[in-house]
């Protein structure tokens, strides 16, 4: 694993290491038929480097060729090089004889592009560059090119002139403020307490603070010793959001980022390690040199020093607080840099507080619970606990890409069977690691049990075909009833108002029934569309409101799934300056609410009459159901005084 990891960061410093513009391509397309194009590039190698050819015969070098951004776009034959191929022996493939390119390339494919041609394309060129012993994969530069005869696509309506977010029909609902950060803050907060009676965290209080009180030479000193100490940790977790801000990116960047099925499969696999961690069949730690290094440090005195052993903590219980923290990241991460910054914040304030506070008051530490067999207990049921997490994660992966893995019944069944485990841990039945026969349990730990327990009951009629499936205080975390494997979804009537999930279908429709539009801004992973759905649109009378007086839309800014050819856009110019491609039904949607809504936050609901005209001032969660139906009954009002 060493090893592999060393590879890696080898093969990542060769990568940097080569410019990127040190091989820039000049690519054009010249159309044969009606669907048929040649492609050609043409770059100038730096002396000493060599471009590697098509080598079928070296396992693992993947041959020279164009990446396309559009699937729809097949290649005819292999790549092919008006300039003369040289064969060389390689060093780097055990002499064997590999055909490269040296000075200049000039590359030529013919493409057929199935169905719409658009105007332009995006295309690269993707291979391997060498020198000496040195290999380096190309930088995959994105170049667009024209292509005679294309279509040019328009912005797909995107950005409507009608709708004026200022000056609604009528002058009801509110004005959407972005949430609050004190949420945010005290989300970390609770988080950070959370991670201070962990293993890692709990022994390191009196200690650190004996340090202090003991070698200080005054009192005084020993405070302000330990009042320092705390603020670092502080200081080391809310600076650490500092490349958010850097990079400037937007919130529905961070709302893209946080429903990754990627981020969210590799957020289930560190959980469930971590969660093996702490059962206790093997220790995570960091490399000794990284820890090392900063411990060194703090022997220096001043300042300086308790910075550094404020590090020093920060590092070596990360295999405690990682978990903790990486579930903050990934549930503020939708409010953007500021609120990563205000979590992170409450969170570094949570793990300080205790030394500051104990620096000043050291007679609280005899107050102080010893450390003992229940800082192991709080490990193993905290691994229980990482378990249901990790189950969230997948299963917000699964929602967004609809794999149908983790069905309603199926992650709740999952759910109660990590709580029969909790439950017979904290009774002694089920022994992990460290425990033994006989062993005491405290009533702390059959509390947890009994907790379980309860739990395990509220969640059992999740399982089952009735109205009782509906788990209200779980509403956003578990799957949505929709998403059941039961094929006979008759359970849901009543619930949930038949939707579409088309806006252009949706208008049409609206239209022709004389309706207005009511457009519901969600996501498969977003907790708070999962409450308004399943406790404010299952009201009586809400839902019937819906059905009867409105044309109902969903549109789910976090699908991945992929727009047709002709409704793409290339290079959208935001009304903010910036350029972004529309590729997937995700992108339209979430361009389309913060375009002409100014908002990126889920769930959004507004209101349009049939001229696509703002009916009220669109309005965020609102789980009172009475007030939700008075902004319905609002906007209905001013479409029918049009």
Request: aromatic share 12%.
């Amino acid at each position: 694993m060493k090893k592999t990891l060393l590879l890696l960061l080898a093969f990542s410093f060769s990568f940097f290491s080569f410019s990127q513009d040190s091989l820039m391509w000049k690519i054009a397309a010249k159309k044969l038929n009606d669907s048929t194009y040649q492609l050609s590039a043409k770059s100038t190698i730096p002396s000493g480097w060599h471009l590697y050819g098509i080598n079928k015969n070296v396992e693992g070098l993947e041959p020279i060729k164009f990446s396309f951004q559009l699937e729809n776009i097949k290649t005819v034959d292999e790549i092919s090089s008006i300039k003369k191929v040289e064969t060389i022996k390689d060093v780097l493939f055990e002499n064997k004889d590999v055909n490269v390119f040296t000075n200049d390339v000039d590359l030529h494919q013919n493409i057929v592009i199935k169905g719409v041609i658009p105007a332009t394309i995006k295309l690269g060129v993707v291979g391997f560059i060498a020198k000496e012993t040195e290999l380096n994969p190309l930088a995959e530069t994105q170049y667009e090119i024209a292509l005679e005869g294309g279509v040019v696509i328009s912005n797909n309506n995107i950005k409507l002139a009608s709708i004026d977010v200022k000056n609604p029909v009528s002058q009801c609902g509110d004005k959407i403020e972005k949430g609050s950060l004190w949420t945010v803050f005290l989300l970390g907060l609770v988080g950070g307490f959370i991670a201070l009676f962990t293993p890692c965290m709990f022994p390191m209080i009196p200690v650190t603070v004996s340090f202090f009180t003991k070698r200080s030479p005054t009192r005084k000193k020993g405070i302000q010793n330990g009042l320092l100490y705390g603020f670092f940790i502080f200081a080391i977790y809310a600076l650490a959001s500092t490349p958010f801000h850097l990079l400037n990116l937007n919130s529905e960047i961070f709302n893209s980022i946080s429903t990754s099925p990627i981020l969210n499969i590799i957020f289930f696999i560190i959980f469930i390690i971590f969660a093996i961690a702490f059962f206790g069949y093997f220790e995570i730690t960091l490399p000794h040199s990284i820890a090392g290094k900063t411990d060194s440090k703090s022997n220096l005195g001043s300042s300086l020093g308790i910075f550094f052993m404020a590090l020093t903590l920060v590092i070596v219980s990360f295999s405690c607080t990682g978990v903790i923290l990486g579930t903050l990241l990934v549930g503020t991460s939708s409010g953007g840099a500021w609120a990563l910054t205000v979590g992170m914040s409450g969170f570094g304030i949570a793990l300080g507080l205790p030394f500051a506070l104990f620096a000043i008051f050291p007679n609280w530490l005899e107050n102080l619970p010893k450390s003992g067999g229940w800082l192991d207990t709080v490990k193993k049921v905290l691994a229980f606990v990482e378990v249901a997490l990790a189950l969230k994660f997948l299963s917000n992966a699964d929602l967004v890409s609809h794999w149908g893995l983790l069905k309603r019944e199926v992650f709740i069944a999952l759910w109660i069977a990590v709580c029969i485990g909790l439950t017979l841990y904290a009774f002694g039945v089920l022994r992990l690691p460290h425990d033994y026969k006989g062993q005491k349990i405290s009533t702390g730990r059959k509390s947890i049990g009994f907790i379980a327990i309860a739990f395990v009951l509220y969640l059992a009629p999740g399982l089952t075909k009735t109205k009782y499936a509906n788990l209200t205080l779980l509403s956003g975390i578990v799957p949505p009833l929709s998403y059941s494997v039961y094929a006979d979804e008759a359970r849901f009537k009543g619930l949930e108002p038949n939707v579409i999930n088309d806006y252009d279908k949706a208008l049409a429709l609206a239209k022709a029934q004389h309706k207005p539009l009511l457009i519901d801004f969600t996501g498969w992973a977003c907790a708070n569309c999962r409450r308004m759905e399943e406790q404010v649109w299952t009201n009586e009378d809400v839902a019937k409101e819906i059905r009867e007086n409105f044309i109902l839309v969903s549109l789910y800014v976090d699908d991945k799934a992929k727009l047709p050819v002709e409704k793409r856009t290339m290079n959208y110019k935001t009304k903010d300056g910036n350029v972004k491609d529309i590729i997937t039904i995700g992108d339209r949607f979430a361009t389309f609410e913060s375009e002409n809504f100014d908002q990126v936050s889920q769930p959004l609901y507004a209101m349009l009459d049939n001229n696509e005209k703002l009916l009220a001032y669109p309005v965020g969660a609102t789980f009172d159901a009475k007030k939700y139906l008075a902004w319905l009954q609002c906007g209905k009002g001013g479409f029918n005084s049009k």
